[in-house]
């Protein structure tokens, strides 16, 4: 199973350094182009409301095509996305070259979870979750700090050539070895909302939005937050993203998600509070930015795992949404995050990010007291009766 599921993380890598890697490049951009800091960042922006509002409409409109061509299609338009940004000559064009590669990402990363979801058993589903969207932490360990190296170095547009390189390695990887799945959508667009009848895949998506809108109102503009080396830093994050993502796979198979969800969103929230601490020193803030790191990304399967309990015939559908909810946390971060840095400096960023994690711990405490579906239990020790 794991030789297949592969490509699809490194299909999530190339995505998951393109879009992110622009929170370590906003001085170069915004040297080169003639703007601020705070307008460079909303590049993250556009590509998240665009990921967000595309999402659920391009799946419908590929709800017959199968799925191993459809992540073939999504990896061809991410790459023609990235290769117009780094041509793009004005910030007008870079932010709609933007939303031609969210396109892209906006049909691959749904899909890569439903096919990974459609490739493993149910007692292997949390790590094979983990697996696939373990792309996006490697990416934040590996791709960010690359590319923001190489963005320094070389300038941001070389950064974008990299992606694009990227891309195609993950098209060529899921055209060698991922098998065929269909997992049937409807086809109407009004099908693709229908979850949202329920309760808990509600719940499920407004934790998403508020964890997502607390982190990245942060790392959007970590660069304005943190005076050490800034490759550094994202590679500690990164690598915590990388291990917490992946023991929360495992510990969701173990013991459900609910736990998994309480105790990252918990440490998370505190750990966007010691901010200004991280800035004592740099091996301070390489702890801090791993620990981070990883207790932020130990969430990421137990949401999925959640979304897939809570419309188990309609799982396409349900991470379709997560998704665009995760994305419409990153918009609203974007946004929230420029204006807090505008008007109130690093302390108000500090402040909107340590607020918006609170509120989503507080909400999920509330909507998230019983599983709505049996959780797994813990394994029995060896030799238990």
């Known amino acids: 199973m794991s030789s297949r599921l592969y490509p699809l993380a490194a299909g999530n890598f190339a995505i998951g350094t393109g879009m992110f890697v622009t929170a370590g490049l906003l001085p170069p951009i915004s040297s080169d182009l003639g703007i601020s800091a705070s307008a460079a960042g909303q590049l993250m922006t556009v590509f998240a409301l665009a990921y967000a509002v595309l999402s659920p409409l391009l799946a419908a409109v590929t709800a017959r095509l199968p799925r191993r061509r459809l992540l073939l299609l999504a990896l061809g338009v991410f790459v023609l996305g990235n290769t117009l940004t780094a041509l793009a000559p004005t910030y007008p064009l870079v932010m709609a070259s ?11 990363t749904p899909t890569s979870s439903a096919v990974a979801n459609a490739l493993s058993g149910p007692e292997r589903r949390g790590r094979a979750l983990a697996l696939v969207m373990g792309g996006l932490t490697v990416s934040s360990a ?3 700090p690359l590319g923001t190296w190489l963005g320094t170095a070389a300038g941001w547009r070389a950064t974008l050539w990299l992606v694009v390189g990227l891309g195609v390695a993950g098209f060529a990887g899921v055209a060698a070895m991922v098998p065929e799945v269909r997992t049937p959508l409807p086809g109407r667009l009004g099908d693709r909302f229908a979850p949202l009848g329920d309760r808990r895949v509600l719940a499920v998506l407004v934790t ?34 990388i291990v917490g993502n992946q023991l929360g796979g495992r510990l969701t198979d173990a013991y ?9 969103m918990a440490a998370s929230t505190v750990f966007l509070a010691l901010i200004p601490l991280a800035n004592v020193a740099l091996p301070v803030a390489l702890v801090w930015a791993f620990l981070w790191g990883a207790l932020g990304w130990l969430i990421a399967p137990a949401q999925q795992f959640r979304t897939v309990a809570a419309v188990p015939g309609n799982v396409p559908i349900g991470l379709g949404l997560l998704s665009s909810a995760q994305y419409i946390g990153l918009f609203v ?11 109130y400096g690093r302390t108000g960023v500090i ?8 509120v989503g711990l507080l909400f999920t405490l ?10 797994p239990q813990p394994a029995p020790a060896v030799g238990a009766a």
């Open 98 to 108: 933007r939303v031609v590669a969210a396109a892209g990402a906006a049909m691959f």
């Open 142 to 144: 590996i791709g960010v």
């Open 208 to 241: 998403q939005l508020l964890m997502f809108a607390g982190a990245f109102s942060a790392y959007t503009y970590i660069g304005s937050l943190i005076d050490l080396p800034l490759p550094a830093v994202l590679w500690a994050w990164g690598i915590g993203g």
């Open 256 to 264: 459900g998600p609910r736990m998994m969800v309480i105790i990252g």
């Open 333 to 343: 971060a974007g946004l929230a995050g420029g204006a807090a840095l505008d008007w």
């Open 351 to 358: 402040v909107l990010a340590t607020g918006f994690g609170l």
């Open 366 to 375: 509330a909507t998230y007291r019983r599983p709505a579906v049996q959780e």
